[in-house]
């Protein structure tokens, strides 16, 4: 099983174009976040949570970056 975004499984260019503009639309990340804690059963506070999700989102910056240096 897979967690976080769905278009954060792959680095093609359709996803990452995605993911540019999800992560630019200013507050969405936060209340999908929010939301995803709300229903998820989980002992993690909001605070943590937050933390966990910048986690993926830098390691998935950071995927797409390292895969831009290869092409």
Avoid: Q
Avoid at 22 to 30: D, K
Avoid at 56 to 71: C, F, N, P, Q, V
């Amino acid at each position: 099983m897979r967690g976080g975004l769905r278009f954060c499984h792959s680095t093609d260019i359709g996803r990452m174009l995605i993911f540019k503009v999800y992560s630019a639309i200013p507050f969405l990340n936060e209340l999908r976040v929010i939301t995803d804690w709300t229903v998820t059963e989980t002992c993690m506070n909001l605070f943590m949570w937050m933390k966990l999700e910048d986690a993926h989102h830098s390691l998935y910056r950071t995927r797409l970056d390292m895969e831009g240096r290869l092409d």
